[in-house]
């Protein structure tokens, strides 16, 4: 397709986006929230293969494990610090402490996460290399499916009881 | 590069490998083993994106939550009988049963699991989309990493005590 | 596209296929079979990049000299004996004996072929890092093409007599 | 290659940058000045394909036209105001007013420009799919090469006077 | 998509095109004119990634500085003389005296020019890896877009006067 | 690697190349050769994914069937009338007449062939969206290749007895 099948008639609007710009209410038992702008919002992207999205952190709020299974991540701290990890495929915990204005690479498909460590509020901006990153959270994904993730097979993968899948299971889908 | 800083002189054995054709033993708590036909063990390979892996089950046996940051799969059963399952990006659980011969697809980047549900043993091959696919396991990478992820993260993310996230701690890194 | 024009539902068997589970039946001269599971078969390979294929043969059957314009593919042998060939563009033949469970690379848009030299019939799985490889067969494509490869051709490519030619065609036209 | 030749031994610090935290003293003609986070300055981005970099703009600034060889942009306004401009294959300026927050697209290899219309100092952070874009500036292109364009490719392509092409090759070679 | 929503039907006609063949009539100022055979003129190159492009060059003719913003570019002269460069992104103008059948390449996305120094007439033959490869020319997309590049921006750009962006902005649009 | 393993220093003439201007002498059974423009020969084309070549044509000479694994070609008539193939992998012959300035596609991996169908020498240039897009020539890599194809291989593939294989290969060999 290459370009191809795109709008007939396009507006500056098209590749344009403001939603971005205030940080969104936080009302979750993480204390973050994401905001995209991907080609979902901002439909000039199609094709072009380039997204950014906005965090925004309550003072020790985490932005919990999550992969992008199409994109790297690069983040910028627009302010607050934070404490920020990736997991390589070798089970190597790689993590950085940011202030405002450093910036990190969460390569692709890797499990990443964030904790606000400052005093206030933090948010940050990323940018990603596709124009529809996907994300993979883990605790919902596996804690919180439709059909549910079965019990036999998370209480072996973790080496929990059922009654502790169980209670996992309920605490996550009621706070997610 | 597209092909050009390969070896100066190859051979048949470069694109060969044998590795895949017994069943590894299985000698962990999970049971299941897998075993890898990527660039590092078939040199050919290199820059011809594409690669293999067989995975052996223990009748039980689980290979757990994880996903490949650079590749798709596709699977094909070669005894025994699996219940496979992948979650999307909204959350949603795919599963299928799968009997000898069948074959089933996880997503690039998308979190899979399959659990050995004949009586027997079972193993399978898949095919890659990649010479290095790569492999984050959910449970080794969050409870077992190196140095460990944060208690504050785990306990947060999974809405689990410290305790809790110890036991699981000890409990992976004694039984990967 | 990237993974965008994709079907509004979408069910686990979009991504499952048993076609590859049987051996099928050989009823022609040359004593092999290939049964595909590319995207034709299976809807939910769409942008994945990867697919799977099963060939059978007969006692000395031989699956003919082609090649895939569009994937690298990597054979496992599921029961059986294979030599198996390719031919680099310098005209080296590299070749392997296979025995079951080996596997072997067939490198992009290279030509290649097995021969059954076992004593009973032989399987494999193929996978390819395309959703659609695509098969160029060499003696279809050159002796069996709609319209017809002029004679002139042939001759003078294979330095033989139209009669020669000829006499190629109609076996092949009357024997794919 | 696909993330292959990397280094043997990585550190946190590879994937992390400080570089862009702070605006950059602007003692050019234009007002503006652009600081890199690419693969030169983060090494952990070789083979991941992304980075960033930061504009920083005196009042009145002017980030002159150039384009990006090998990647889309999508920026940023940390403060300030800004009007901001691509033109398309078919010679269209597609324009719009950036406020803080705000976010707009520069799609691969068009020719853009921004331009501070605020009261004080602007920056922006800009995401780019590729780890080394590559700026292709058009004055210094055009009117400050090493050795330089001749004068009667330039007076034919602007349609103006040798003494005119001079006076501009030796207005940008003294204010860069 | 990956080669998938082609047509249903097609004919050699569709891989085929005789627009290259003659010299087109050159009516300009700068003395050169473009002829494409990209996938609007030869359906059949849609999802294949290639194209060609024809430049007849008058005596003394300019193509004038622009860039391809998806592909690499590599002319062959058909006949003449030409002088061709290209400025890379450190400002270093590379440069050629081409006689005929001598070929020289234009990396993506870098400005580049050619001209006519023979005393005839000047044609060659471009390969493009893109079906699509869009051209930006850089004296008519700055002086000559619609709506207009502002003069003030174009004033700071080159560093000439209001009164001179508009004269050039005349002539260019009067003779583009 | 994307463009970074590169020269430190680089000169016009990595760009350059003089070697298509000229016929070059065909002293083959064939009729034909070809002369390559490939990352080999022009090494500024390394990262750059395009190549040329030129094929000269005596009076009814054959470039016989072949086909190239990692490129598309698209071919331009120089001079002469060229009767021109390909065929698809359902087995469909697209045949086209070409005169002076006509083009043509040969899709990536597709078996084509032409013929020179005037009454003087003919030759073409054609581009590649690879730098090295490689040639599997169809008769030398079945019937001259090191070590050779299986006699029982080639029989059964053309149907033939192993005289007529072996008589074929004596005289590719002979002649190439």
Redesign the interface.
């Known amino acids: ?5 795109c709008k007939a008639n396009f ?3 098209d ?4 939603g ?3 940080p969104q209410p936080i009302n979750n ?2 204390g973050s929230i994401v905001t995209l ?1 991907s ?1 979902f919002q ?1 439909p ?9 999205n906005r965090i925004d952190f309550a003072p020790g709020g ?1 932005n ?2 999550h ?8 983040l ?1 701290v ?1 302010y607050g610090e934070l404490l920020a ?3 390589t ?1 070798a ?6 402490t ?8 969460f ?5 990443h ?1 964030e ?1 606000n460590i400052g005093k206030g509020p933090a948010a940050s ?8 990153p ?16 079965p019990d ?2 998370l209480s ?5 009881s059922y009654q ?1 899948v169980d ?2 299971k309920s ?2 889908a009621g ?1 997610p």
């Open positions: 397709m290459n370009g191809f099948a507006s500056a609007s590749f344009f986006f403001a971005l710009a205030k038992t993480l702008a080609v901002v000039g992207l199609n094709t072009l293969g380039v997204s950014l985490l919990p494990p992969e992008h299974p199409r994109a790297t991540e690069i910028f627009l990890h990736f997991i495929t089970n190597v915990l790689v993590s950085v940011l202030k405002q204005g450093d910036i990190f690479t390569p692709k498909g890797l499990v996460f904790t901006i990323s940018g990603f290399n596709s124009q529809n996907g994300r993979e959270d883990i605790p919902t994904s596996l804690f919180a499916a439709t059909p549910p993730v036999s097979v072996k993968t973790f080496q929990i502790e209670k996992i605490k996550i706070n």
